[in-house]
Structures are given as structure tokens and as C-alpha cells.
């Protein structure tokens, strides 16, 4: 019985003195790089922010910091600190003007980067690597690009049998477009996504519904550019001129301009009728 108790403690100890091993080794020596998101969403022209920590000393000294940030593909210079100062002649020359770090925050263990005027070009992944005394390492944050979608124009072609609406816009990336009737169900329409050929990167949206003359109009489009909750609805009045006062139209100038052209071919008639007769005699 003394000799299991014995044991036990034995055991006991032996695993309390790995453990308290293992936490004192975590605790001083773990140095960690992280980004707070996976994924940022930056939006075309407008400033974004990728995240990055690391652990920063007791003393928060600039001392032997180095701060890279790359893209992963072909590991570009995007930004760089060192020697307590950005370090920009290797900077890739697409991104000169357009970063820096949070230098305040920087001495507390942000690392994130500050990239303006974003641009289609910029979307990918991005690696920020942290050295400093107490260790080195590095994580990765994807950038997404989206522009919101311009407003839309509206074309509308009336043919003799039925009428098109044509709806136009720009924006990244590809929208989600419908066309609902008053009942919401949902009607179907070609949509085109090109690229833009203003040539920034952007896609442009060619999207039509063709309907019969016959039915009135009351539709709602509907884009959806989900990555950033872009929602642009626009509803589509049109009503169907054929059975207006349109088509009267015709049939009142024929009441017009019939008995003229009965004078006219009478007249005519006679003309031709007297100059046979004359020629004749
Ligand atoms: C870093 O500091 C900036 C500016 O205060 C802040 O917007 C950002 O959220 C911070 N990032 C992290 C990961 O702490
Ligand atoms: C960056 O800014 C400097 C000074 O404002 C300017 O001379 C330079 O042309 C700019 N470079 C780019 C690529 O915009
Ligand atoms: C609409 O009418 C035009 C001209 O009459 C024709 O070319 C076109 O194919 C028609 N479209 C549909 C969807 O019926
Ligand atoms: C068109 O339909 C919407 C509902 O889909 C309705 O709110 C609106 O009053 C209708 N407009 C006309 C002119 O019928
Ligand atoms: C219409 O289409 C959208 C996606 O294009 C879908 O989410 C929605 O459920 C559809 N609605 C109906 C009534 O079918």
C-alpha cells in the first residue's frame, strides 16, 4: 500500500514537473506572428488595412525588429522596417506611396500594414514576417478586391414585337442579377460579365430582359455584389403603348389623308383618262 502511494507520487511529480517544463518554456520563449483575419476586403480607391501581431519584449523596443511584408507570389517587397526605420528602396515600385505601418502601434506588436488607393492588381496573398530578439516568424492574409457597382444605365429597345430593357454598370467581381416580376418569381434574361474595356481591372455587366408587347411592365432588377452587401434594385415601369392612343394614331391620320389621296388618284385617273382620249383622236 506505501509503495503504490509511493508511486503515485512519484508519478505525480514526474508529470507536474513536465508540465510546469512546458509552461515556463510557452511562456518566455513563445513568439508568435499571427493576423487577426484571413481575408481582408479592400474596395477599389479606398484605404485597407491588413492585420498582422506579433509578440512584442517587456521593454516594447524597436531594437532588432524587422518587419517584412511580401506578397506570396514572387515574393515581392511590398513594405519593410528596419534599423527602427521603413526601409523602401527594395519596396516593389506598383505599391511606392501607397504603404506604411502603424509606427505608434508598432512597438506594442502590431505589424499591420496600411495600403491605399487600392487597385485590382493588388488582390492576393500577402505574407507578413516579424523577427525580433525573441524570435522570428511569419502569417499570411489574403486581400479581395471588389469595386461597387456604378449605377446602372438603363437602354430600352422597342421592336415590333417586343421590347428589351438593357441595364449597364461596372464594378468587381461578378454581381449576382435578377429580374423578379410583381409575384417575385424570378424571369430569365441574358447577362453578360466582360472585362471592362476601360482596361482597370473592372468587369462590366450587360444584362437584358426581352418581353412581349402584350404584357405591362412592373419588374424589378435586382444586382447583388455580394462581397461587400452591394445592393442596387431599380424597378421598370413600362406600359404597353400598342393598345394606347398609339395605335389610334395611325388610323386617325389615315382618316386625314385618305380622302387626299382619293382626290389625288382620281385626279390622276382622270389625267391619264383625257390624255388617252386626246392622243387617241
Ligand atoms: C493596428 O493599429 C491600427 C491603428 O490603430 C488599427 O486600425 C489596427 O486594427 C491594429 N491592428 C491590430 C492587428 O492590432
Ligand atoms: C511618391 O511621392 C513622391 C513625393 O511626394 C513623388 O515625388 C513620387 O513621384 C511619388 N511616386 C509615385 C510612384 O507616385
Ligand atoms: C424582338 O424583336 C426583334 C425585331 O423584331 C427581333 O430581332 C428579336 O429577335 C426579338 N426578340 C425576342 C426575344 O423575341
Ligand atoms: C409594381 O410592383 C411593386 C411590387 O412588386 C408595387 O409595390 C408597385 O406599386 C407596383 N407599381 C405599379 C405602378 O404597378
Ligand atoms: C431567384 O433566383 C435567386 C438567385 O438567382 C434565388 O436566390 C431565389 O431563390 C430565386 N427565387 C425564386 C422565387 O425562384
Not at 69 to 93: I, K, M, N, P
Not at 193 to 209: K, M, P, Y
Amino acid at each position: 500500500m506505501l509503495l503504490f502511494q509511493m508511486r503515485m507520487y512519484q508519478e505525480f511529480s514526474f508529470y507536474w514537473s513536465a508540465v510546469s517544463c512546458w509552461l515556463l518554456v510557452e511562456f518566455t520563449a513563445a513568439f508568435e506572428v499571427t493576423t487577426p483575419q484571413s481575408e481582408v476586403v479592400a474596395v477599389h480607391g479606398r484605404a485597407a488595412v491588413l492585420g498582422c501581431r506579433y509578440t512584442p519584449s517587456q521593454s516594447q523596443s524597436l531594437d532588432g525588429l524587422v518587419v517584412t511584408w511580401q506578397t506570396v507570389v514572387g515574393l515581392q517587397v511590398v513594405h519593410s522596417f528596419y534599423y527602427g526605420r521603413d526601409q523602401l528602396e527594395r519596396q516593389r515600385a506598383s505599391y511606392r506611396n501607397r504603404t506604411a505601418l502603424f509606427r505608434s502601434e508598432l512597438p506594442s506588436g502590431n505589424a499591420s500594414l496600411r495600403l491605399v488607393d487600392v487597385r485590382p492588381e493588388d488582390a492576393g496573398r500577402y505574407l507578413c514576417s516579424v523577427s525580433s530578439l525573441q524570435g522570428t516568424g511569419k502569417a499570411e492574409v489574403q486581400l479581395k478586391f471588389a469595386a461597387f457597382y456604378t449605377e446602372p444605365r438603363l437602354t430600352v429597345q422597342v421592336h415590333s414585337t417586343n421590347v428589351s430593357f438593357w441595364y449597364e454598370s461596372e464594378g468587381y467581381p461578378e454581381p449576382e442579377v435578377r429580374w423578379v416580376d410583381p409575384t417575385g418569381q424570378n424571369l430569365s434574361h441574358h447577362t453578360e460579365v466582360s472585362a471592362s474595356e476601360g482596361g482597370d481591372g473592372l468587369f462590366s455587366l450587360r444584362t437584358r430582359l426581352d418581353l412581349d408587347h402584350s404584357l405591362g411592365v412592373n419588374y424589378t432588377f435586382t444586382l447583388k455584389n455580394q462581397l461587400i452587401n452591394q445592393v442596387i434594385e431599380r424597378p421598370v415601369f413600362f406600359s404597353h403603348v400598342g393598345s394606347g392612343h398609339h395605335s389610334k394614331c395611325p388610323r386617325d391620320r389615315l382618316t386625314i389623308l385618305g380622302p387626299i389621296f382619293c382626290a389625288v388618284f382620281l385626279w390622276i385617273c382622270t389625267a391619264v383618262l383625257v390624255k388617252r382620249h386626246w392622243s387617241k383622236s
